[in-house]
């Protein structure tokens, strides 16, 4: 249906109406995110979708088949725009490993604090409400946090050979740990609508990686 | 409006009568928080309570005066539920202090298990659903984590007197930083429908404990 109404529009205006296609889809794409980060799917009605990006209903459906399909948009966006936070995090080498994973979590909590810690994470919304979704979404949200948790675990074994954590630590285990709390973490500041959680989980963390040795 | 039904239902057949109105209310209240863990609050509607207990639902608001009441006081009874939970992991003198702490992660998990993983955390889910939830319940559900974490620091001290776990770990802010990862652990564990994020979670905070001098 979208292919129709794409090649419909490509008739008259080529340039401008596809400028104007992906104007009103990136739009969309960009409140979804921000109204799921803040409500979560269920909660999320496509009227106020399109409300938000001032786009009549009816050329919602030209852009997307379902809100099921318009979900998993969503998801895949919003994983590609965090895998280009960590990368850039991570990939940072002017600082440390250690200070890259240090620098993450500040940026996450910047992050939620440029919203007043209304919106957080839509990757761990979803999961909360698994019950409520698409079976498809499961599957697609646990790569995410694989995905996630590679990267993490590189970088904690840069800090590892760095000397910067302790020798001991399996970097396997510790990335996947600490994206299962991380979503703790960005759970509680939504309910406390603060960085408390963010920074108490983050400390605790960055103690728990310090070399034995050294204490 | 439900006191004057009391009244007048006392009238007829007393003790019958009140039992009547009692089993119905934990029935509503039980189901309710059967299905707020699996689904949360939004997702889940009044209509399908009342279904599920095989209630009217006429006779809802007899004992509720509205959703958000309803809510409030399905909060009030998990959180009563998980005390006493708490209370006996923690207070179980058969048990070391750091024995408790892994009995009730384990008595937590098994709880998800039986139900396939596909029931959370209630505090967890109406946290993650802040947005969308009555402005009454963030404090309330702050305080339930507070109490939460209380027993789980005094639980923590005990450890710590008994020279089980390190002797510099602050009790009160590993306490917060548990009940936070905690929380992770539970949505992780729903979204894979599998215990392996709790038991991650639990093996990366038991390890994260030890005494330095051990190792």
Redesign the interface.
């Known amino acids: 249906m979208s292919t129709i109404i794409k090649i419909t529009r490509s008739r008259g205006r080529p340039a401008k109406d596809q400028a104007e296609y992906a104007e009103i889809y990136d739009r969309l794409v960009n409140d979804g995110v921000a109204l799921l980060t803040?409500?979560?799917f269920?909660?999320t009605k496509i009227d106020e979708v399109v409300k938000k990006s001032g786009v009549p209903k009816g050329s919602f459906y030209a852009y997307f088949d379902s809100k099921e399909a318009f979900g998993l948009k969503l998801i895949d966006h919003y994983a590609q725009y965090f895998v280009l936070k960590l990368d850039k995090c991570y990939g940072n080498t002017h600082r440390t490993p250690l200070e890259r994973i240090s620098d993450f979590m500040q940026e996450a909590r910047e992050g939620m604090a440029r919203f007043d810690f209304?919106r957080?994470c839509l990757v761990?919304?979803l999961?909360?409400?698994?019950?409520?979704l698409p079976g498809a979404y499961?599957q697609r949200?646990?790569d995410v946090?694989s995905e996630w948790q590679a990267k993490t675990e590189a970088c904690l074994r840069s800090a590892q050979e760095a000397g910067e954590i302790d020798r001991?630590i399996d970097c396997a285990?510790?990335a996947?740990?600490f994206?299962?709390?991380?979503?703790?973490?960005i759970?509680?500041a939504?309910?406390?609508?603060s960085a408390g959680?963010i920074d108490?989980?983050s400390?605790?963390f960055l103690d728990?990686l310090k070399p034995?040795s050294s204490?």
């Open positions: 803040e409500k979560g269920a909660s209304r957080g761990g919304n999961g909360q409400e698994m019950a409520v499961r949200l646990i946090f001991e285990n510790k996947e740990a994206w299962i709390g991380w979503e703790g973490a759970l509680r939504k309910l406390s609508r959680p108490r989980y400390k605790d728990g034995r204490i």
